[in-house]
């Protein structure tokens, strides 16, 4: 009927996410305790099928979820049709976009306040609004560039590469990866027209790494944010910060893939880069160009610890990260304390992990929902849990989509 092992696994597990006793669940299934002790332990090579149903209710999982063939009711499931015709809509392929009349035409002005605001979504974690807010807001920038031309189109090549980046960042974080890498190419396309080419490439050229980064191909990924950030590569004496952030910015992206192609010493070295970069940018910043600053250069070395697999270095450079001084996104700061907390379990620290969680949680709730590391740190600490850890462990657990 089942594999023992994975059932066994999975029982556990999500009994004690759920808070409850074995005498607990018993009583709800109507099953012996007995019969959830040995289930638990791998004792039974079988279990019937009334059984597993009656178990799986009482926990509130289908029974595919507890015999481990299929993801939890918690998996994110979202329709991103809208966003695919959207990024894929060109002028050069009659019936893809409906062009209307020049009067009609959204103002320039207006769509780089929508994507301001968009930006602004993508921040905060709020992923549903933004499958709402891109699509529409893509073709109306195709619009006005179809219908202007010079200064004009140049500027709505511009506020179009930002909204491509947006779409290749929410379309990653669905794991999306082929959509990703489209919109994220068609932002490169448009910032090259746009009235900022160098500096609006190399933006969008960070997400392309990233993408590069998701399929596998790390050391491509690396030389193409060492190349970008080559052309964008301040002056001691630069006062553009812009500039200096987006430099920073790629320089993190050839670390992060220089770490996935087993070079951590190279990875060092880029990081070494940024480092000196943030101090000579003096504050923490956030905008669409770039989130760039002393403390997020301090939050890049302690996910590196924990990539590389020192969790006991990743957890003494915590205690050493720079207060914020001036703004750092919400998801950057939920991002740290996931970082945090998987160092934490690794270390077996299995009361300070989830504090951590918690911390992410309440910073960015929705945005952590859609982490693998979040997920998969709350994983650990359920499957080693030897009883059960109480209601705030409960609901991180279904936070986190672990049952």
């Known amino acids: 009927m089942s594999d023992p092992w994975s059932l066994s696994e999975n029982l556990a597990r999500i009994r004690k996410a759920r808070d409850l006793s074995q005498e607990q669940l018993a009583a709800a299934a109507g099953v012996a305790v007995d019969t959830v002790a040995r289930i638990e332990r791998a004792e039974r090579r079988t279990t019937r099928p009334s059984t597993v149903h009656k178990l799986a209710g009482a926990l509130g999982v289908t029974p595919s979820v507890l015999l481990g063939i299929q993801q939890p009711v918690g998996t994110v499931r979202v329709d991103v049709g809208d966003l695919r015709r959207a990024v894929t809509a060109t002028e050069h392929i009659a019936g893809l976009v409906e062009f209307t009349e020049r009067a009609e035409v959204i103002p320039v002005e207006v769509l780089t306040d929508m994507a301001r605001r968009a930006w602004q979504a993508y921040v905060d974690g709020r992923h549903a609004e933004l499958l709402c807010v891109l699509p529409p807001l893509l073709i109306d920038i195709l619009r006005f560039a179809h219908s202007h031309q010079g200064d004009d189109r140049a500027a709505a090549h511009r506020v179009q590469s930002a909204a ?30 746009s009235d900022a080419p160098d500096l609006q490439t190399a933006i969008s050229v960070r997400y392309l790494v990233w993408t590069l980064v998701r399929q596998g191909r790390a050391e491509e990924a690396e030389q193409v ?14 006062p553009e910060q812009h500039r200096v952030g987006v430099f920073g910015n790629l320089m993190f992206n050839a670390a992060a893939a220089a770490i996935r192609s087993g070079n951590g010493g190279r990875a060092g070295d880029l990081l070494a880069v940024a480092q000196s970069a943030a101090v000579r940018f003096g504050r923490d910043h956030s905008s669409e160009a770039a989130i760039f600053g002393p403390r997020v250069a301090a939050f890049q070395a302690v996910e590196q610890a924990v990539r590389l697999g020192d969790s006991e270095a990743a957890l003494r450079l915590a205690e ?6 001036g703004e750092v996104p919400a998801f950057w700061e939920a991002g740290h304390r996931l970082m945090l907390a998987a160092a934490s379990a690794d270390l077996r620290a299995d009361r300070r992990a989830p504090a951590y969680l918690a911390e992410a949680r309440a910073i960015a709730p929705e945005w952590v929902r859609y982490q693998p590391l979040g997920a998969g740190t709350m994983r650990i600490l359920a499957d080693r849990a030897t009883r059960r850890r109480g209601l705030l462990f409960a609901v991180l657990a279904t936070h986190y989509g672990v049952i």
């Open 225 to 238: 944010a060492v190349k970008a950030a080559e052309r964008v590569e301040p002056g001691l004496l630069d």
């Open 164 to 193: 491509y980046r947006l779409a290749a960042g929410v379309a990653g974080r669905f794991d999306l990866d082929d959509l990703a890498w489209t919109a994220a190419e068609r932002a490169v396309q448009a910032a090259g027209s």
């Open 320 to 325: 050493r990260t720079p207060t914020t001084r």
